[in-house]
């Protein structure tokens, strides 16, 4: 497998030089995406959902490859798969994050099949490294779904320009009741969630944009067959992305009645070639802290490279943060870590 691995690699870095644009014909298009990274820390017990970076080096935690493929079928139908492996998969088993048909008609469009989550700013190219500063997705906010991002049901997306330079988005959505596996620091749960309905709301003025969404949904948390938990879940995201002379800042919150808010923001500025970036978050009533410093680097249009310090500080309890496991002696409440990483689209 590690063989398959690195010619795709070598494959997907040899196309950054071409300008084709991988078309079967006018109507059907092949994409893609994929994320390589060197990654360690400072503390043996592992940091962030679904990478569990230590302070051995490790090569793939933050390995990522997508392919999509887009089919426009006439004027008004057209539509879209997406497979990705994500950090918590296996290459031969990768996740189908979205498959669905659309129908246009005018400013209208109605999707049906399964759909990425649209909770944040992000939420469209979550995997794709690429298309934002860092190397992931702000852990403060992005880690609160624990990995679950799509859903099957259907979306209405209605388009309005009031002027010439702004846009308006509202997007109503209802998913179908679902059961996610997933990790809880070190241990297996299963979230069994109900049918669920969502709005969102996106605001574009150029390059600037600002993003609200609310999702109500009841989940159980259940382990062995039994329930551990249940949630009401009224949640409400807000973000916002503005670009004013090369700086570019992004800020985002996420609020559960039942739960603290949870925010980062983050600032990037272009020099050119050069990208430096920092970010800070908090977690849960300002429990956990989160810093990042970056650079970022194109080494073509369509491949870029990172190189990012990260530092997070947690309360000093058993269940700590983003800290992925269970402590019970000798409990460690910050890390720092560091990460190069290389990302692609085609």
Known sequence: MKHWIQFIFVWMITLQTSAHQYEFNDAIRLSGFGTFSLSRSDSHVPVFVYR????????????????QLDWVINDQFR???????????NYSDPELEWAYLAYTQGNSTLKLGRLRIPMFLLSEYYYVSAAYPWIRPPHDIYDSFVGVTHYNGAAYEWQYWPTE?????ISPYIAAAEKNDYQFFGKPFTLDSSDAYG??????????????????VNSDQNQNGNTVYHYDLDMLSVGFNYLYRGYNMTVETLYDSGLFADWYMGISRDMGHWLPYIQYGQLRGHANQTYLIGMRYPLTPRLVINAEWE???SPHTPLSGHFTQLQTTSIENDSQIFTLALSFTF
């Open 52 to 67: 569990d970076i230590d302070d051995q080096w490790c090569a793939d935690c933050d390995s990522t490859l997508g392919l």
């Open 311 to 313: 530092y997070v500080r």
């Open 79 to 89: 539509g879209s798969v997406q497979a990705v492996k994500r950090p918590q998969d």
């Open 165 to 169: 330079q702004l846009q308006l988005k």
């Open 199 to 216: 709005l969102t709301v996106d605001l574009f003025q150029d390059d600037h944009q600002l993003h609200l969404s609310y999702l109500s």
